[in-house]
């Protein structure tokens, strides 16, 4: 099934004010862990899944993704392990998954081939923080091809101009930045806030994902009714660094 | 929709979506200051008030009758302010920092040259700076650090990856990420997003116009071939582009060797055989990768070779055969360096050291009356920790021993 | 009876017999060298192909609106090869031993600055060489002495006296008169008997020909002062002969104040009160000596400065009041480097910076349309174990610390 | 007295085919060691006496003595205290003293000062290696004034030209220097050494001395009949220190 449409549905929900997306890295601390986090979320009411593939150069990530992603590589995991638990996942739990990851593991890969066994894999979206349009030729000519939709990224430094160039491309949801910077530091939420993400509402048609430094109910509660999406990803990394797998339902549950 | 900044399927722009309109704002400056030619004319003329350029072309005559082939004639980097070529990109950015009006500059180092480079200039233009270095570079190149903070930098020691360049290059697009309104992320090298490896070739080219010219004055004729040593490429682009439309001039970039190219523990990116096309740090080019896409520990005796991407106008050049790659082992290039020092009184950067070692190869073959361009990037008593330590020298142990135990006490 | 090579009542050669020959012989080749403009062209050409002449005069911008009086401009001589103006003086020599066909040359030398000169210079002619350095400026410029190893050099560390530069004067002295006849010795500074002060200050000429020139080019008109360290005064003399003959140009020479003038702990001949005139190391000139006419110890936190006696040619002119003195403590220093550094990316060499503690002292009381230039006779990351002691740095010690901790392991 | 006729006087005896001098550093190790030497080798037939006043910038010596003028000054002697030990010797001694030492301790005392002290205290002789006659326009004019000889010294590397200017200003005896160097190196008594020996012949009017690297009978020997004047330096202060002031006397007597 199409992201697009899985999205529409899951809004559907009369009791879904905001959809909840949360953010794992794949092999940290082990796909064991992954797939107990995992679990928990989808138990507890979370919409949607991105999945990173660690990258060995994580340029838009902060500290606690950068570590997350330099662990899992030093403990072994390969782009194979990671297609083959998308796939355990997909089938297990109904949510829609998506790959986060860096461009280089598709161009490695090779890009076709890529995507090709992420569809195989069940997988519904990309999130590709390090790719512009303007150097996705080759990758938004597949988009369609393997139904695949390919998640734009709105900052908070993008002109209106520029945000439905994107728009143009894009699938699935827009991700909106919340602020500049990497992953995993605090956004505040004010005046300036609601503007950039009314500036993002009038440049897309697609449902709006805001993420980065999303951590509590207070920012999720904010974030209803302005946004369709509220992205956890930091967060929970550092839970279960610091209080175990378990704490990850409460948590998911206690947001929304 | 434009796809920029290629040379050949080398190089584009692959930057977070929160960097477009500082790349924007960055390329329109550069397109602007490019075609103005006073612009070329205050860098040229900042150039040779607070460096030294024209730096020489020194005819190396004790070591062309060494080896009893070709003339072998020195461009000499080391001689810029601060010790190497880096200050020629440096101060060009500055240049249009202050025309772009920006009042903070960031920048990595792996070696340090590139940071102390970088500091120097913020000092000189009055600009707040911040310097990213790899937490094992600072600590394997202190006196680096030392000058960047003594110059007013702040230096970041970046503890993520491997701890060295391609780290610290991470780190500084971090920062960028976080704060692009005020401050330009001065890249070291002809790498990165464009218009990071155009514009870092522009301003490098002043070595290889001054070279042309020093070589016709000096020998009268075109060399045969031109020498340099091959980081991110810098300093190769730079002499480069003096000879790069003169077909009989053979252009040959030296990369590290390391512990040789079959010993896994070296940086030859287009000279060896373990890297592929890969696009990370911004741009697309041969990256020493594994198979998954994930970057390798690079080694060499320089720290400023030790780097897992290469220029992708390099690469380009290299695909069409225009420049012709070779590697230089560590040993090799301790080599070269005592036969330099005790030949010509020139001590070259160990990362210099690597285009020594090829020409030395080749020049004895070549004739008498051919003519042959070492690029001398930078001097070497920067690194004297590092070859001092190479060279196994007791006096120096015994002296870091003895200064070591005072400050213990 | 001819009595040569005196500026007033200062000079002379007091020389044992041994050396008569042979200082006939120099003083032919020096004459015939002097008055033969071909020789000059030679020289001229070596240092703008081997060195980087002429070296730039930087206007330092932000340091003259700091002090918001005199324009500050800053001669380069720390662009030259092997870092310092010392350069000027040893290649010159080298071509005179060239000519008179020696094989061998010899040298002391105190910072080790002179010292790694004259081997780059030994190693570039094909020279054996040998250089003489006290035991105790052996210890704390390992750095240099690594340098003028590699360089091929054979460095005596010298056991006698105060085991410092005097003591390596009077050791390579020992030296020639044992070996002269294919033996030159190159005096680093002016000092010494005639004709060294006379042959130095004519190869350290080039700095102040050059300053002269670019200072009308840039600034319009002639300086008001010209300032420069003087240790035994070559580079101040380099400097000041460009304006010798300009009596509305002052000049000042800046000696090392080292705990102050009244410390008893200083380098300061001229400037202070302690020195009274004598003869010793071939030459009279005013001595830091006791009533007996021993020699005293003298201290300054730049080791080039940090000697007994001072160029004749330079006491003459104080004496006749054309060349006024000051002196820099090492406090002052430090503090006028850290200035410099932040403000210009410059690193003065200790020495040097004591040129600018004094220029800095002035400027504010000077008008901005008045310009002054600082003689920067060297740079300063050669002294980094100095210069990072002298700061107490942290870091420095515990990476000092931790290194020696690794060898001694 | 005269050095010239002191000289000539101990020429004279027909028992001395060659006469001794032997040099002493002033306050090395201490004057009352100096005492005690000069005692030993007064009575064992030394004929001369050249007593250096130690400087702090010994150019023209070896390293034994540059040794001893170091430590001589570092134990505290003065210019004063060697001028009175002087007088206490030509009194206590028949045989001539002269002073040698470096041009500043004159200049420093005052050049006429300096030879009026001197020729109160019955010194006869000034060796001062580091003033050529180029240089000694006031020194040359006091000598006669207050009879104090100067004894100028040949090199190897002298030609004739030069030995025979030399000689128009000396007094006394010419000191040779029996090669190229310092103090305190052997010397090879070879044919080269014998045309320079009579080269200095040829170009002298006064007695020649010759000395560096003297140290043995053997030496002594050979210089007999070639030279006038053998001189002692290094040897005996090497003496001294191995082996004690008593070695001196015996040293001295199996020296002719
Ligand atoms: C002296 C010197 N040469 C060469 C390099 C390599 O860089 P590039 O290949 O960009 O010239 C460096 C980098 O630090 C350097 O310091
Ligand atoms: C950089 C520098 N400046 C100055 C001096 C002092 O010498 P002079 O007074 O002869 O220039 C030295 C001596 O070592 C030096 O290294």
Redesign the interface.
């Given at each position: 099934m199409h992201l697009n449409s899985q999205i529409e549905t899951a809004l559907a929900d009369p009791d879904k004010k905001i959809l909840l997306m949360t953010h794992i890295v794949l092999g940290y601390p082990s796909l064991e862990v992954n797939r107990q986090v995992i679990k928990q979320m989808v138990e507890n009411g979370v919409d949607l899944i991105e999945m990173q593939i660690?990258?060995?150069?994580?340029?838009?990530?902060?500290?606690v993704i950068?570590?997350a992603n330099?662990d899992a590589?030093e403990n072994g995991i390969?782009?194979k392990e990671c297609l083959e638990f998308a796939r355990e996942m997909t089938e297990t739990h109904s949510i829609p998954f998506l790959f986060m990851t860096?461009?280089?593991?598709l161009?490695?890969?090779g890009v076709e081939d890529f995507f090709k066994k992420a569809k195989d894999m069940g997988i519904t979206g990309f999130i590709i923080?390090?790719?512009?349009?303007?150097?996705g030729?080759e990758f938004f000519k597949l988009t369609d091809k393997y139904e695949i939709a390919p998640i734009?990224?709105?900052?908070?430094?993008?002109?209106a101009e520029?945000m439905q160039e994107?728009a143009k491309y894009g699938g699935g949801f827009i991700y909106c930045?919340a602020r500049?910077?990497?992953t995993g530091q605090q956004t505040d939420f004010d005046e300036e806030f609601d503007a950039y993400i009314k500036k993002c509402r009038d440049n897309a048609k697609l449902p709006l994902a805001v993420g980065f430094g999303i951590s509590s109910k207070a920012d999720v509660d904010y974030l209803t009714e302005r946004a369709d999406i509220a992205v956890i990803g930091t967060k929970t990394i550092k839970l279960v660094e610091s209080e175990g797998v378990e704490a990850v339902g409460p948590f998911i549950a206690g947001l929304r | 929709m434009k796809k920029t900044g290629y040379y050949g399927e080398w190089g584009g722009a692959f930057i977070p979506e929160v960097l477009y309109e500082t790349f924007e704002e960055l390329n329109a400056a550069f397109t602007q200051v490019k075609k103005d030619p006073s612009f070329w004319q205050e860098y040229v003329s900042l150039m040779s008030t607070y460096s030294c350029r024209p730096t020489p072309l020194t005819f190396a005559e004790n070591l062309s009758d060494h080896f009893g082939g070709a003339r072998i004639f020195i461009k000499r980097e080391d001689l810029n302010h601060t010790g190497a070529h880096k200050a020629n990109n440096v101060m060009g950015q500055g240049l249009l920092v202050k025309k772009m009006g920006k009042k903070r500059v960031i920048a990595e180092t792996g070696a340090g040259q590139h940071g102390v480079a970088t500091a120097t200039m913020a000092a000189k233009f009055g600009l707040e700076c911040t310097i990213y270095m790899g937490e094992e570079d600072v600590m394997r190149q202190r006196p680096n650090v030392f000058w960047m903070e003594k110059l007013g930098a702040t230096v970041v020691p970046v503890t993520s990856g491997s701890k060295t360049l391609k780290d610290a290059i991470n780190e500084a697009f971090r920062d960028w990420v976080t704060r692009m309104e005020d401050t330009h992320y001065v890249m070291g090298t002809v790498c990165g997003p464009h218009p990071f490896p155009e514009m870092v070739a522009w301003f490098q080219s002043i070595i290889g116009k001054e070279a042309r010219t020093q070589i016709m004055e000096q020998f009268g004729k075109l060399p045969s071939r031109v020498y340099a040593c091959v980081g991110g490429g810098s300093n190769a682009m730079g002499v480069f582009q003096g000879f790069l439309d003169e077909k009989t001039v053979e252009l040959i970039g030296v990369e590290a060797g390391g512990k040789g190219l079959d010993s896994g523990q070296h940086a030859a990116r287009l000279a060896g055989k373990d890297a592929s096309a890969g696009v990370a740090q911004g741009y697309k080019t041969m990256f020493l990768q594994n198979d998954d896409g994930q970057m390798m520990d690079t080694h060499s005796v320089a720290a400023g070779l030790d780097y897992v991407g290469v220029s992708p106008i390099l690469t380009d050049l290299w695909k069409s055969g225009r420049v012709r790659f070779a590697a230089a082992t560590d040993r090799e290039v301790m080599e070269a360096l005592d036969l330099t020092m005790k030949k010509e009184g020139i001590i070259p950067a160990l990362e210099s050291t690597h285009a020594f070692v090829q020409a030395f190869k080749e020049a004895g073959d070549m004739n008498r009356d051919e003519a042959l361009i070492i690029n001398m990037s930078g001097r070497g008593d920067k690194d004297i920790f590092t070859i001092a330590h190479a060279f196994d020298d007791p006096s120096w142990k015994a002296f870091i021993t003895q200064k070591g135990a005072e400050y213990a006490s």
């Open positions: 660690p990258f060995s150069e994580p340029m838009a990530d902060g500290p950068v570590k330099q590589i390969t782009v860096y461009y280089n593991i161009f490695k890969y923080p390090d790719l512009p349009p303007e150097e030729e734009m990224i709105y900052a908070p430094t993008s002109t520029r994107l930045v500049k910077g990497v | -």
